[in-house]
């Protein structure tokens, strides 16, 4: 049997979702955790890759299991696959899915939010990026609305990354007010962003580019007519700085169809 699961982590510790030899992965630890549990060799496939440091919040991913009583003992399965993961990392939900069900291939669309803050907030260090500089907020937006649509994002992509193309459909793209810890700083929202931006699919490194040439906007050091010209150019070295990957964080991925509907 199939199953999709969701889960949430804490990139601090890892070094990215994908299995890598040079350090811990969030895949290497789910796949040794349910093989413990399970008593099979469990291979897991996530909806796509998350870099060294970055969060993902409600993460899909797709295992399958010869275990024919999973489906009965899912709350029991959570309770011990937990219990073996590190901190870092939770799974929330699992649910049974056809056979041909696939949590990468099939995911229409994910979102990433990433968080900015103006005036240092030592509670935001972890999940924000300090970035001591006035912003024009409504600079940002109207640059961020010249990326919406179907483009080449060449100028915001890691060089020499093994993909076919570099055209994605980004339907949202824009900042509002927020921060990461509301609740602990609510007289600091006023200086911090965030930055939500929605696609079928992202490059490595494309958020994070985007988030810096948005930046490079604010400081008004561009006008937000830029944007159009940059990505034109298909040339990351004429894009901004890529920022930090520790405020990053992947927030929903959407299928064609429903998933976890006892919890929806």
């Not at 070094?15 to 093989?35: D, K, M, T, Y």
């Not at 010249?146 to 992509?157: H, N, P, R, Y």
């Not at 930055?195 to 490194?205: G, K, S």
Request: hydrophobic share 40%; proline share 5%; with cysteine.
């Amino acid at each position: 049997m199939r199953f999709f699961i969701s889960l949430s982590y804490n990139g601090a510790a890892f070094c990215g979702w994908q299995r890598q030899n040079n350090g811990p992965s969030v895949q290497e630890h789910l796949e040794s955790a349910f093989s413990v549990y399970l008593r099979e060799k469990i291979e897991i496939t996530g909806a796509g890759r998350t870099d060294t440091g970055v969060h993902a919040v409600n993460y899909i991913a797709h295992f399958d299991s010869g275990n024919t009583s999973l489906a009965k003992e899912q709350q029991l399965l959570l309770y011990k696959i937990n219990a073996i993961l590190p901190a870092g990392i939770v799974v929330t939900d699992i649910c049974a899915v056809a056979p041909d069900a696939h949590a990468r291939f099939d995911a229409l669309s994910r979102t990433y939010t990433y968080y900015v803050h103006t005036v240092k907030e030592p509670f935001l260090t972890d999940l924000s990026y300090f970035f001591p500089y006035d912003l024009d907020i409504e600079s940002m937006n109207r640059a961020a609305a010249l990326m919406i649509g179907e483009m080449d994002f060449t100028s915001m992509a890691k060089l020499h990354s093994d993909v076919k193309t570099n055209i994605c459909t980004v339907t949202e793209a824009h900042w509002t007010p927020g921060s990461p810890m509301n609740n602990i700083t609510p007289a600091g929202l006023a200086n911090s962003y965030c930055f939500t931006i929605t696609a079928n699919r992202f490059l490595r490194n494309m958020v994070r580019a985007i988030v810096g040439s948005l930046l490079e906007v604010g400081r008004s050091r561009r006008q937000p007519e830029w944007i159009t010209q940059l990505l034109a150019q298909k040339d990351r070295a004429a894009a901004g700085n890529s920022v930090p990957a520790h405020p990053l964080c992947l927030t929903k991925i959407e299928y064609p169809y429903p998933i976890f509907t006892k919890t929806q």
